[in-house]
């Protein structure tokens, strides 16, 4: 990881992952692009919310629907994290500021995107059979975010809305489909839990940006940080956190989450301070930069799981 470009995730969809130094085998190559740890930060985190909202508030969870659509998840992310990292390759977003490394992503790992999308979409249609269209459209919505996040023609995050795209994908998309395959129906209060992971997730996607200003600015990746700069950037992230943290916190004083959210909330409060302290004094420089992404990470994690915790089994 050179200094310029330090975001954890190599300017993909914002999670922490390693950078590749040599050339992986096949088997290795796919494992490290698809990175665990995306999958339990943006994929599991949010789909559990649903289930637990289902089991929790409504009394009600299908065990087959639930580990279905956990595959079909996971097959989504697969898509998601190859798709970013070969366009990214094909774009050069990696190497402004290192032109001398190696294309390191094979043509065949488009493929493996494309049938993980192809097999996460047959998911889909089969869940939706017994779910209920809304399973559908849940499933085109995040399939169009999915793919389109860096794939052209629509590339969402070099128009300024590829943020928007997580939060919606990661938040009330998934959150509310979990919701229905157990349910079959909409819920005006799992659409407000939704918006903890979603709005804390679209603030992981800015705050990972920071360290990317400059490479993404020159490759035309007209992200919100491009638009309003570092420095903003850093009070937009805190502000997307904390209104995460904010609607658990009202949510359970008005009685619309178990009041065991506030846990959440005390939890995951400690994290944003931290990040945002990390932030005031190294928003300029992307090496010193890493603890505050962590920081929010932890926020996102934390808070997310606590919350899903008292959902499922919290009184109100």
Not at 117 to 123: E, K, Q, T
Not at 163 to 172: K, V
């Amino acid at each position: 990881m050179n200094e310029q470009h330090s975001t954890p995730n190599g300017g993909a969809v914002p999670l922490i992952g390693e950078r590749r130094d040599s050339a992986p085998s096949a088997p290795s190559a796919i494992f490290s692009v698809i990175r665990y740890r995306f999958f339990l930060y943006a994929g599991l985190l949010p789909y559990l919310l649903g289930a637990a909202w289902a089991y929790g508030q409504e009394g009600v969870f299908n065990p087959r629907a639930f580990w279905l659509g956990l595959l079909g998840i996971f097959l989504a992310v697969v898509g998601v994290e190859t798709f970013n990292e070969y366009y990214d390759a094909r774009l050069g977003t990696d190497r402004v500021f290192n032109p001398s490394d190696e294309d390191e992503i094979p043509e065949w790992m488009f493929w493996v995107g494309v049938t993980a999308f192809i097999l996460a979409a047959g998911i889909g249609l089969r869940l939706a059979v017994s779910g209920g269209w809304p399973v559908l459209l849940y499933t085109v919505l995040g399939g169009l975010a999915a793919v389109f996040y860096v794939g052209p023609p629509i590339r969402w995050v070099y128009r300024g809305l590829g943020e928007a795209a997580i939060g919606l994908s990661y938040g009330p998309w998934m959150t509310l489909g979990s919701l229905q395959l157990h349910t079959h129906r909409f819920s005006r209060g799992a659409l407000a839990a939704s918006l903890v992971p979603g709005l804390l997730i679209m603030a992981l996607a800015v705050v990972n940006a920071i360290p990317d200003f400059h490479q993404d600015r020159l490759v035309g990746k007209r992200n919100l940080v491009v638009r309003v700069g570092r420095k903003n950037g850093v009070i937009l992230y805190l502000g997307l956190a904390g209104g995460g943290l904010l609607v658990a916190l009202l949510g359970a004083v008005a009685g619309i989450f178990p009041r065991w959210s506030l846990l959440a909330v005390a939890a995951g409060v400690p994290f944003l301070i931290a990040s945002g302290r990390a932030a005031a004094k190294t928003w300029d420089t992307p090496r010193l930069f890493v603890p505050a992404v962590r920081a929010v990470v932890l926020c996102y994690v934390v808070a997310t799981a606590l919350f899903t915790a008292a959902v499922a089994w919290g009184p109100r």
